[in-house]
């Protein structure tokens, strides 16, 4: 497979065409941003460590019955994918109070939410992603009713397998974003999920493992990501 013409660059990762019929590749990079953009770096090895664990975490869920657009890894940076039609939706499934519902609610920080609570966010940089409801995401024409209805249910099912997987690890998965995207009339779970994108927690010590390391400067963060990129994929290796 060729690498092609850039088709999108975000803020960690860039996807690019190919000469193969709807697929596309994924290059994670080294760079590392948070609040909304605010704080920038580039550390050496990031990308790899987070489609690792991407690229692991899709193969779990997809053994488990999820769609995701997953293929194939080219290398320990670049992803093979089925592109998808992307709703800009970041579907935040919430397991612990931590991050924003903290600082917008009164929540106690480390309160556990039972049942689990999702929170809608459009995907949007120059509106800062504003969270959503059910009646904005249908009149801003985002995702049909029912499409809503199965993104929910599909993010809970993604809930419940990944935080059962890092429970094995002894990793609490207080929440994470994920999006989807439409192929034909199927929804299917697109872009990635890794320790940029889920906020965990060991459950021994409460030590933060994800980009929080990076966001509060709490310690080596590559270090950090390296440690639980093993511990997450070696529980692959005993399953
Ligand atoms: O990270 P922050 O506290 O600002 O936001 P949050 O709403 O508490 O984020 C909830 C979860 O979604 C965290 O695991 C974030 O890392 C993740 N997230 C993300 O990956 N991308 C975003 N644009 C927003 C949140």
């Given at each position: 497979m060729k690498q092609k013409k850039l088709l999108y660059a975000g803020k960690a990762k860039s996807v690019y065409h190919t000469d193969v019929d709807r697929k596309l590749i994924v290059e994670f990079r080294d760079d590392i941003t948070a609040f909304d953009g605010g704080k920038k770096d580039v550390l050496m090895n990031k990308g790899s460590y987070n489609a690792e664990v991407s690229a692991f975490l899709f193969e779990y869920l997809m053994k488990n019955g999820v769609k995701t657009h997953f293929v194939s890894m080219?290398?320990?940076r670049h992803m093979v994918v089925r592109e998808l039609e992307m709703i800009p939706l970041e579907v935040i499934v919430r397991n612990v109070a931590a991050g924003s519902i903290v600082r917008n609610y009164p929540f106690k920080e480390g309160t556990k939410l039972d049942p689990p609570v999702i929170v809608i966010d459009f995907k949007d940089d120059a509106r800062h992603d504003p969270m959503l409801n059910d009646d904005l995401i249908v009149a801003l024409k985002l995702a049909s009713p029912a499409e809503l209805k199965k993104i929910k249910k599909v993010a809970l099912k993604i809930n419940q397998l990944l935080f059962a997987l890092l429970a094995a690890q002894?990793?609490?998965?207080v929440d994470f974003k994920i999006e989807f995207g439409r192929q034909g009339k199927s929804i299917c779970l697109g872009d990635e999920i890794s320790m940029d994108s889920m906020r965990l927690w060991?459950?021994?010590?409460?030590?933060s493992l994800d980009k929080d390391v990076y966001r509060f400067e709490k310690g080596d963060v590559m270090a950090t990501y390296n440690r639980v990129a093993q511990r997450i994929t070696k529980s692959a290796k005993k399953r």
């Open positions: 080219i290398d320990p002894g990793i609490t998965l060991d459950k021994k010590s409460g030590e």
